[in-house]
Structures are given as structure tokens and as C-alpha cells.
């Protein structure tokens, strides 16, 4: 039977991120310094290192070092986010203004798929703003209906790791650490619009800042 450190590390490497709500074994067992130490230099080697965000909330691999294979790696995955974020940050503000809260999602928020199908569908402009981000890339929705639009949606970005369905045999999820972690990702975006952002990218995520 595979330990909880090696269970562990296989999702950091498979480039899972842990936080308490995607792995709460996992999270705790990385809170404790002892661990996070083992875990980390295990890690290193294989070039990686057990980085976090959200103020230690969320943990994920990083390179430490960065050769030209790292680097292929590294801009594949930059480019991917980059051609997410905006529909990701449209959904995120349509999930906040449709449930009239002034509070942005983050981690642990619970998101009721039903209740949002009926705010939307009784909402014009909210459906025209499903339906916008639903054509997107990310989701390539083809559905006319806001629900398959919003089953595509919940479907993919529990794919992708930021939303958790709890049970299966209902219209509930709740955000992940991810959401944070993508707020700090648009936070660096915001800080380096100015300069190189590529470059500046490698070297954050090098860094376990980013990625």
C-alpha cells in the first residue's frame, strides 16, 4: 500500500495542487513542517520543490531550476492559463453577481448549480453572459440551453481542478484553493503588464511564485 507521502507526492508531480478542500489528508499532513521538509526534499530530486500560495493554503511542485526542457514546460503551461483567464474571470464575476454578494469566490465557497440556473434564466443579461463565456475555448460549449451551458462549465473547471462536487448525486460544488491561487496569478499579471511577461513568468514560476 502506497504511504501518504508517496500518494502525495504523485499528486504534485502529476502537477495537482493539494489545499484543504481538494485533499484535506493531504494539506494537513504538508501544514507540518516535518513533513513539508521530507516532502520537499524528496522533491529536489527531481528538480522540484514543494512550493505554496495563498499565504500556505494551497501547495504545488515547482522547478528550481530551469533548463531549456523546463522552460518548454514552463511556457506551455503560462500560455495555457493566459488563454484561461479571461473566461475564467468572466465566470467568477457572473457566479458573484448573480448571487448579489459582494464577496468574490474563494476557497470553500459553495455554489449551488440550480440556484444559479434559475437566477440566470430569469436574468437577460446574465444569460447573454453565460452563453458568451460558454463559447469559449476552454469550454466550447455548443449547447443553446443555460443548462447544458452551465453543466459543460461546472464539468470542465472540476476538471480542472477548481471546483470539488462533494456528491456526486447533487448540484453542489465548492471552490478549491485553485481560485486562490489564480487570484495571485492575475495579481502578478497586474504588477508585470508593464514589463516582459513572459520572461518575468519563467522566473516566477521558477521561483514557486506562480506555478
Known amino acids: 500500500m502506497i504511504s ?11 502537477g495537482d495542487f493539494i489545499c484543504e478542500i481538494s485533499d484535506e489528508d493531504g494539506w494537513r499532513y504538508l501544514k507540518q513542517s516535518a513533513n513539508f521538509e521530507a516532502v520537499d526534499q524528496y522533491l529536489g530530486t527531481l528538480n522540484r520543490s514543494l512550493s505554496s500560495a495563498a499565504d500556505g493554503q494551497v501547495y504545488f511542485a515547482a522547478y528550481r531550476t530551469l533548463g531549456d526542457g523546463e522552460r518548454k514546460v514552463l511556457s506551455s503551461q503560462f500560455q ?3 488563454a484561461g483567464l479571461l473566461p475564467l474571470v468572466e465566470w467568477l464575476l457572473l457566479v458573484q453577481q448573480s448571487s448579489g454578494s459582494d464577496v468574490p469566490v474563494t476557497q470553500g465557497s459553495t455554489i449551488r448549480s440550480n440556484e444559479l440556473q434559475t437566477t440566470i434564466e430569469d436574468t437577460p443579461a446574465y444569460k447573454e453572459q ?5 463559447r469559449y475555448r476552454l469550454f466550447n ?9 452551465l453543466n459543460l462549465v461546472f464539468k470542465r473547471l472540476t476538471e480542472l481542478g477548481y471546483l470539488l462536487r462533494p456528491n456526486p448525486d447533487k448540484q453542489i460544488y465548492i471552490a478549491t484553493g ?3 491561487y489564480l487570484y ?4 502578478f499579471i497586474d504588477e508585470t503588464e508593464a514589463l516582459s511577461l513572459a520572461e518575468q513568468a519563467e522566473s516566477a514560476i521558477a521561483q514557486g511564485s506562480l506555478l
Not at 6 to 14: A, H, V
Not at 130 to 134: D, F, G, P, S, T
Not at 141 to 149: D, I, K
Open 80 to 82: 495555457e492559463i493566459a
Open 141 to 149: 460549449s455548443n449547447s443553446t440551453e443555460v443548462v447544458g451551458q
Open 178 to 180: 485553485k481560485i486562490d
Open 4 to 14: 501518504e507521502q508517496g500518494r502525495i507526492l504523485e499528486r504534485l508531480l502529476s
Open 130 to 134: 453565460l452563453a458568451k463565456i460558454a
Open 184 to 187: 495571485e496569478v492575475l495579481r
